[in-house]
């Protein structure tokens, strides 16, 4: 009998005795609960059944957070949740004026907390998103050293400054000092940030078995994590350590924070059908993807924030001003034709581990690879969706030999093209032969000293030195044009 039908009396009757509340219709359940521990936060979803009512407030003493979900029912376990990692060292649940669901997060650590609700998608349904943020912790699990951030700042300013020179047509050595003295070489270490795709409640791409990219992209990106710390004159950043979702924007703010010189996102590919096989390396294009599948896998990745929240649809901060500028062409373009550049020397490598699925670097708008100072590239290691792609990508050998050929590009590049504060770039000049046309820098010079005792304009030492604004160091070897 459906309430259509009821004679209006009896429905009148019904609704006065509380037995047809009109809410009922409407009571969710929390079906499921996940939870993610990142370094700098905490995420826990509830599954809804419907949308709810929620709030959300913190207690003190002990330090609690408490959930309250209007009219809702719980049908998940909640001891099933892992805590061990995040803020949460106990759940509590109970019912609230009847019909209320009473949530409470008990705390080990001081939080700021988040919360807001998600409506269906693909893959989910109604959900309530709760971020517990760590005031004050690094995204990352092992920062870069500060002194090498800010000498990293120096050289960053350095070439924004020459980049705008450049543009306004004024002499850069004009630009900058030349009576610095010369500086101790800070032999710094190349920053790899090193960022494995999706991860927490985006799984990816999935496999015919059930493989998730999530996963195998993970100990792909460790397995190169270690192959570059292993390396001297290089160390890695991790953009995820474990299994939680960072948004796109927020994985290159990281990097960006990281100081990182380059920018590699680990990927296996999927397609609708089983066949489509081969690895493949993308940069990023200015101008619409290069293929159809580029076209469509940008949109895939992409998609990703849809499933991992809001962060996706933050805009900007800081590097609004810089993208607004007319710096940007300028880095841009120097940043593509680098991402190119190692995109080549990478994929040369991988086509002697996976077959190709295309023979050159690919160009499509993924979100990921935007920054607009720090060469990047995305690698797709292999097809998900292919069933002997997807025993493979599982194989440790295969991960291994992969992730050797990606940071054989990387090294290459750098060993070519090694920053100027860099360890590498320090021990090409204390190899070079300083011969009959160069100089190697001593404690207490400067760029106009050297240029006046050599009788050559600074701007031209500047100019065969390939040198960016005014820091010169000691050890370095300069090359002194004829004039
Ligand atoms: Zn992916």
Redesign the pocket.
């Known amino acids: 009998m459906s309430i259509g039908i009821l004679p209006r009396r009896l429905l009148g009757g019904l609704l006065a005795l509380g037995m047809l509340a009109p809410s009922c219709a409407l009571a969710a359940s929390v079906d499921n609960l996940r939870l993610w521990a990142a370094p700098d936060h905490a995420r826990l979803v509830f599954d809804l059944s419907a949308s709810a009512e929620a709030e959300v407030f913190s207690l003190d003493d002990p330090r609690r957070l408490v959930i309250d979900l209007a009219d809702t029912r719980l049908k998940a376990d909640v001891d099933r949740l892992k805590l061990e990692g995040s803020a949460i060292r106990e759940v509590r649940t109970g019912v609230r004026n009847g019909d209320d669901l009473r949530v409470v997060l008990e705390l080990n650590r001081e939080i700021e907390p988040r919360d807001f609700s998600l409506t269906p998608n693909e893959q989910y349904g109604h959900r309530l998103v709760v971020d517990l943020e760590y005031p004050g912790e690094s995204a990352v699990e092992d920062p870069i050293d500060p002194i090498e951030a800010m000498i990293r700042d120096q050289e960053i300013a350095a070439d924004r400054a020459q980049a705008k020179a450049q543009v306004q047509g004024q002499d850069p050595a004009e630009v900058t000092p030349t009576r610095e003295p010369a500086q101790p070489h800070p032999r710094r270490d190349i920053i790899i940030a090193v960022d494995a795709?999706?991860g927490g409640e985006d799984p990816?791409?999935l496999g015919p078995s059930g493989v998730r990219?999530k996963d195998v992209?993970l100990e792909m990106a460790q397995r190169l994590a270690r192959k570059v710390d292993a390396t001297e004159g290089f160390k890695a950043v991790m953009i995820r350590d474990d299994d939680y979702y960072v948004g796109l924007r927020q994985r290159t703010r990281i990097a960006r924070d990281q100081k990182a010189d380059f920018f590699v996102s680990i990927?296996?590919d999927a397609f609708r059908s089983p066949r489509p096989h081969g690895s493949s390396v993308f940069a990023l294009s200015q101008s619409g993807a290069t293929s159809e599948t580029a076209q469509w896998l940008a949109a895939s990745?992409n998609r990703a924030d849809l499933i991992g929240g809001v962060d996706g649809s933050l805009s900007l901060d800081d590097k609004d001003e810089v993208l607004r500028g007319v710096l940007l062409d300028l880095t841009m373009t120097a940043t593509l034709n680098d991402s190119l550049t190692i995109g080549g020397q990478v994929l040369d490598r991988m086509g002697r581990v996976n077959d190709l699925h295309k023979p050159r670097v690919e160009q499509a708008g993924f979100v990921v690879l935007k920054s607009p100072d720090i060469p990047s590239l995305l690698v797709e290691t292999g097809f998900i969706s292919n069933p002997d792609e997807e025993r493979r990508l599982q194989s440790s050998s295969y991960q291994d030999r992969m992730m050797s050929a990606v940071f054989g590009g990387i090294r290459a590049h750098f060993q070519r093209n090694p920053p100027p504060a860099s360890l590498l770039a320090w021990q090409r000049d204390q190899g070079r032969d300083t011969g009959g046309d160069g100089y190697r820098i001593q404690p207490g010079d400067t760029l106009s000293e050297i240029a006046a005792r050599h009788g050559v304009p600074v701007a031209q030492l500047r100019a065969a030195n390939e040198l960016n604004g005014d820091v010169i160091r000691v050890g370095q070897v300069l090359k002194i044009p004829h004039s």
Do not use: D
Request: glycine residues 22%.
């Open positions: 795709g999706h990816g791409a990219e992209v990927h296996a990745e």
